[in-house]
């Protein structure tokens, strides 16, 4: 898979390097090119923001910077291997990012990240990419980040290690949580059996695998109805929310 990055912080992706991805890239299996947006401002100061039209605080990121980064990114993609890239705008504004989104862009092979800092970017810059192409508008939650850097690096790990060969054992990627059944994963434990006057849970310890398998079912069901409940496929609700028994 190919990506690109657009962004004023080039210095944030460093940070890809590291782990199971530094490994990804320097093994191929993802292609990582980060460009830094001021390289596509020309003036003196190499302006990428301006003043709100209309006014209001803040600023805004300037369209031209981002017409000419996108449009690079885009015709050396038409060169090369011909995939029609995704463009991701991270922004609190957008579609909420989830285990789903992540499946479904694993399955492109260019994916193309547009961080935007301050206020924003200027909204014909979405407008003219959307006209010509794929765009998302991703948040990756109810928060708000100073720009999409840290929102693109989550992004990118969570689809990234998706990827055939990049995280080591495959089976370590069906258990977890939100795959599969949609349940929050169980708790874990390794030796020593006793630390601290606190117990392995003996189930783990009996050598019966239907009996753990059982444990470990109970134990997500129990922590997703505790901390998540609205996660909960209907199936496993034993009093469905909204309604009410009779009277
Ligand atoms: Cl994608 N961007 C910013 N700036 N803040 C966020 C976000 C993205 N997702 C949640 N908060």
């Known amino acids: 898979m190919r990506i690109d990055v657009v962004t004023i912080f080039p210095g944030y992706f460093d940070a890809l390097e590291l782990s199971l991805l530094g490994k990804a890239k320097s093994r191929g299996l993802i292609d ?23 006014g209001g ?22 060169s090369g291997a011909g995939a029609d890239p995704v463009i991701i705008f991270p922004s609190p504004a957008g579609e909420v990012f989830n285990q789903r989104m992540a499946r479904e862009l694993a399955e492109e092979k260019h994916l193309v990240f547009g961080c935007g800092r301050y206020e924003g970017i200027d909204q014909r810059v979405f407008d003219e990419y959307s006209a010509r192409g794929r765009v998302r508008l991703v948040s990756i939650g109810d928060y708000v980040l100073n720009g999409g850097e840290v929102a693109s690096i989550a992004m990118i790990e969570a689809i990234a290690r998706l990827l055939p060969g990049v995280v080591g054992n495959p089976e370590s990627l069906v258990e977890e949580s939100h795959e599969e059944d949609g349940l929050l994963e169980y708790p874990s434990y390794t030796k020593p059996a006793n630390w601290r006057e606190r117990e392995v849970p ?36 034993e009093a469905p929310r909204g309604r009410h028994a009779a009277p």
């Open 57 to 78: 605080a803040g600023m805004v990121m300037k369209p031209e910077p981002w017409g000419e980064a996108l449009d690079g990114i885009l015709e050396d993609a038409d």
């Open 32 to 54: 990582v090119r980060v460009h830094d947006l001021r390289d596509s401002a020309h003036d003196k100061h190499r302006t990428v923001d301006d003043t709100p039209a209309g």
């Open 202 to 237: 003996p189930i783990l310890l009996s050598g019966n695998h239907a009996a753990i398998a059982k444990w470990r079912r109970e134990q997500s069901i129990e922590r997703t109805k505790r901390v998540r409940p609205e996660l909960l496929p209907r199936e496993l609700d």
